[in-house]
């Protein structure tokens, strides 16, 4: 059964398909765009240049203008309907390759070359206010006036290094929110990190959305959160095999129903040296993450062949979840055969809450206000300088 289309004042009840459609007019893609994403890492687009992007299945243009700014309009020229990004910069507008139509940052037209009596007051194409902030390209693509733009001073405003990551990946973006708020996996799918099975999962909501630690032999691991809707934080001490302290944030960003974007942001709490070592460490350099847990997925080699040495951190980390996470399909399109136990709080109950605020939207009641301290790691940067103290006996 796919998801069906709700409008307010809507009565039928909200149920997991509503969670996985985020195209124009779904209940999951209405409330998606009412928070800020980010769309693309602002290393990938150049001064002066256009490129196609694709986000919950709307087919967009980010463009930078001469001067650096990120803009994000209309797919098509409203002429003749030609593809946007293959036109050129000028200054801060953008021209259509095909016929010349120019549109500036709001997306209003103001030149039609070849038109006797130009007509460009009435022509104007969809324009999205965007931004760039932490090396990421961020965008709003609801209705009405953007919401304020959420700050992360503990990204912003930070000693150590920060890294911005981005990688595709063919499923649905809640398979993977679904993932992080399951901490039991980590013990078996992430076996290099030697943490044992928790013996109990807290979880709580808060003012961000929810809070979720695990607590294993009388030591809780540090807290990890999920920002509504689409965010999620985690970050802690070295132990099993990571040697840094860091904290890091990833958004889980749909491209379509089928594939979504993980955008991320690390601050590795060492030396921009240490930090940078770590980074480099992508493991083997002729074959991409991703390539390597398709190769497992399609049996012509075993989890349990991975090699850490050869794929270090986080790239390890990240062919184990493709694993399991690619490996349970593209979307569900109906609720997933599941059975699920105590150990799925964190699943259950991160569910309960989008089925509360897509229901309040499909009714057009009042949704949460969600808000993000703008400090959320402070303990762990002052736990690292207090460890590096005593390290260095000072």
Not at 312 to 326: C, F, K, R
Request: glycine content about 8%; some cysteine.
């Amino acid at each position: 059964m796919a998801a069906t289309q709700q409008t307010a004042g809507s009565s039928a009840r909200v149920g997991y398909p509503d969670f996985l459609r985020t195209g124009p007019g779904t209940l999951a893609g209405r409330y998606l765009r009412m928070f800020w994403q980010p769309v693309a890492p602002a290393r990938n687009i150049e001064a002066g240049r256009a490129r196609p992007i694709r986000v919950m299945s709307d087919d967009l243009t980010l463009y930078r203008g001469e001067d650096g700014a990120p803009h994000v309009v209309a797919f098509r020229c409203a002429h003749r309907g030609t593809q946007l990004s293959t036109g050129w910069v000028e200054g801060d507008h953008l021209r259509c390759f095909y016929h010349g139509w120019k549109y500036d940052a709001s997306g209003q037209c103001i030149e039609q070359p070849a038109e006797p009596e130009p007509f460009c007051n009435r022509i104007k194409i969809r324009a999205y206010p965007t931004r760039e902030y932490l090396g990421l390209i961020f965008t709003y693509l609801g209705e009405g006036d953007a919401p304020e733009f959420p700050l992360l001073l503990d990204f912003e405003e930070t000693d150590y290094p920060c890294d911005v990551s981005y990688v595709e990946w063919p499923c649905n973006y809640f398979t993977q929110l679904d993932n992080a708020v399951d901490p039991s996996h980590t013990a078996i799918a992430h076996w290099h990190f030697n943490r044992p099975i928790p013996d109990q999962i807290l979880v709580e909501e808060n003012e961000c959305g929810l809070e979720l630690i695990a607590v294993a032999d009388q030591m809780n691991k540090a807290p990890s959160y999920v920002d509504m809707p689409n965010a999620h934080e985690w970050g802690g001490p070295p132990r099993g095999g990571k040697t840094m302290w860091n904290y890091a944030r990833g958004w889980r960003v749909p491209i379509d129903d089928y594939h979504h974007m993980r955008l991320g942001i690390e601050a590795v709490v060492a030396s921009k040296e240490e930090a940078e070592q770590r980074w480099s460490e992508r493991g083997d350099e002729t074959q991409t993450p991703n390539e390597v847990a398709e190769s497992v997925l399609k049996g012509f080699m075993s989890p349990g062949e991975l090699d850490l040495e050869m794929y270090p951190g986080p790239s390890m980390t990240n062919i184990q979840d493709y694993i399991v996470l690619v490996g349970l399909g593209p979307i569900a399109d109906q609720p997933p055969v599941e059975h699920l136990g105590k150990e799925d709080v964190g699943v259950m109950f991160m569910r309960k809450l989008w089925s509360r605020e897509l229901q309040a939207l499909a009714d057009g009641r009042p949704l949460k206000q969600w808000r993000r301290p703008a400090r959320l790691w402070k303990d762990v940067e002052a736990a690292a300088r207090a460890a590096a103290s005593q390290d260095t006996g000072s």
